[in-house]
């Protein structure tokens, strides 16, 4: 396969309260700088209404209380990742959705912090990936979903919390984002640093058969400087976490879990 095009060929940004400028960057390897987690159901998708309906305080609501909410009005979809505090890194940090939702619930030592609109097209925020990172002590929740769009656009998601950011990195030039993108995957703990996605794609060889993309992205944020680059997949298995999950025997989503007490 050819080397892929310039990073402004194949990729549209889209910032809301940020001015960037697209960048060629070298390759950098990513790897796990915080622990994360994904949870993530397969029941056909179901609306629980907003977050203002699911009767959340503030500084009160444990995870707990949330999570049985969820599951009591039947949500779908719902996602987790963890990770520590960007603030204080004794402060254990969760992020929280679900299908439909118009937010991200934050929760620090497990109460709720702070709820983060995620600024999506109605009805598209659905089967919705999570992983937390960190920019200049500001924390990052980064969502991958197949269907959620900003103005008819699929991509990622990036919200940041207190720098009043949200940016959407359109994937509609992603080559093989069309096969679809199963089994996503984020590692790397610092946006400055650059994290990495990679993704699985469904190559028709039978149902419930995905294989890994041929190219992973790393996305750095620097300010108002953002790099996107595409990089060749087997260039990024130096990592431990990327090279577990490109060998892993799985050919399916992995199936929802949570760690206690959550289960």
């Known amino acids: 396969m050819n080397d892929p095009p310039p990073a402004a060929h194949y990729l549209l940004l889209r910032y809301v309260n940020l001015t960037g400028i697209i960048t060629a960057a070298g390759v950098a390897l990513v790897g796990?700088?915080?622990p994360h987690a994904v949870v993530i159901n397969e029941a056909g998708s179901r609306s629980v209404g907003t977050t203002g309906d699911l009767g959340l305080r503030v500084g009160e609501t444990t995870i707990e209380q949330a999570m049985g909410t969820l599951r009591t009005r039947g949500a779908t979809g719902i996602a987790m990742a963890s990770g520590l505090d960007a603030h204080d890194d004794t402060i254990t940090l969760h992020a929280l959705t679900a299908d439909h939702l118009n937010g991200v619930l934050l929760f620090r030592n497990e109460r709720l912090s702070r709820i983060l609109e995620i600024g999506c097209d109605r009805g598209t925020a659905r089967g919705i990936y999570l992983a937390l990172a960190r920019l200049k002590g500001a924390n990052v929740i980064l969502m991958v979903s197949e269907r959620m769009t900003v103005d008819g656009e699929h991509g990622i998601r990036i919200l940041t919390e207190g720098l009043g950011k949200r940016i959407h990195?359109?994937?509609?030039?992603?080559?093989?984002w069309i096969y679809g993108m199963k089994d996503p995957l984020i590692v790397g703990g610092d946006l400055m640093d650059g994290?990495?996605?990679?993704?699985?794609?469904?190559?028709?060889?039978?149902?419930?058969?995905y294989v890994p993309w041929h190219w992973g992205v790393i996305i750095k944020l620097d300010g108002a400087r953002l790099t996107?680059?595409?990089?060749f997949m087997h260039r990024l298995l130096g990592c431990r976490c990327l090279y577990q999950w490109f060998s892993s025997p799985r050919h399916q989503r992995p199936k929802a879990h949570l760690s206690a007490p959550y289960l």
């Open 169 to 176: 990195i359109s994937y509609q030039y992603f080559e093989e």
């Open 32 to 34: 796990c700088a915080l």
């Open 228 to 231: 996107v680059d595409r990089v």
């Open 195 to 209: 994290v990495t996605f990679v993704a699985r794609k469904d190559v028709g060889e039978r149902p419930g058969h």
